[in-house]
């Protein structure tokens, strides 16, 4: 069975500085998804950004950019320029591909943005 | 919609009443998924349709767990004689193929149970 492990309970930054959160999973799948969810306290997963493991190229969206290492299954977030709206749990996710396939998620990780 | 919508938001339930969950997918979305979060926990897989197709329901933790979507797009979770243990959030997600492989979250239902 998949699983996916954040080893970082709870991270703090200061405004407008950088900051990784930590990500590993287990798969004996070649093919597969990852992602990173933020949840504020209004509960409401949003996604942040997704890999696909067939890209060796990183993703990116703006502030945000993963470090995917696939032989080391490996997936970290970092967060660039850190505002107060970053604020989180912060969860890493699993999905085998291809078709409809659940998410298996981390425990999470708290992030606290201090001004 | 624009979104996922759950309803309740809230729900308080006494230990042993039965409690029905609501959650509307976004429009055209093949795919729906329910998802228990306990307190300060990620989600957890509860069950999988694929249209009114139950296709997994691997995660449903006891037979008092009932998921339907008669008609594709309306789903409802109901739990049977509610047990403290149940207490959480409930999460539906639903998503399109077409779309990409992400999953669009509702913003859950919180159930305590006394």
């Known amino acids: 069975a998949q699983t996916v492990t954040q080893s970082q309970p709870e991270m703090s930054v200061q405004e407008a500085e950088t900051v990784t959160l930590s990500c590993t999973y287990d798969t004996s799948e070649s093919d597969y998804y990852l992602f990173w969810y933020k949840q504020p306290p209004s509960r409401q997963m949003i996604l942040v950004i997704r890999?696909?493991?067939?890209?060796?190229q990183n993703a990116t969206e703006n502030r945000f950019s993963v470090n995917f290492q696939k032989a080391a299954k490996s997936f970290s977030l970092k967060i660039s320029d850190s505002q107060l709206g970053d604020a989180a749990m912060y969860f890493c996710a699993y999905r085998r591909s291809p078709g409809a396939q659940k998410l298996v998620f981390g425990q999470g990780t708290r992030l606290t943005i201090n001004p | 919609g624009a979104g996922v919508s759950q309803s309740p938001r809230y729900k308080v339930a006494k230990r042993g009443q039965d409690v029905a969950l609501r959650c509307d997918p976004i429009?055209?979305?093949?795919?729906l998924f329910w998802y228990q979060q306990a307190l300060g926990q990620g989600p957890e897989f509860l069950t999988y349709f694929q249209n009114e197709a139950q296709l997994d329901k691997s995660g449903l933790p006891s037979d008092r767990f009932f998921a339907e979507r008669p008609e594709g797009s309306v789903s409802t979770l109901k739990i049977q004689r509610t047990q403290q243990e149940d207490s959480a959030v409930y999460l539906c997600?639903?998503?399109?193929w077409g779309q990409g492989p992400e999953q669009f979250f509702g913003p859950g239902t919180r159930l305590t149970v006394l």
């Open positions: 997600a639903s998503s399109f």
């Open positions: 890999q696909e493991a067939y890209k060796q």
């Open positions: 429009s055209g979305h093949v795919s």
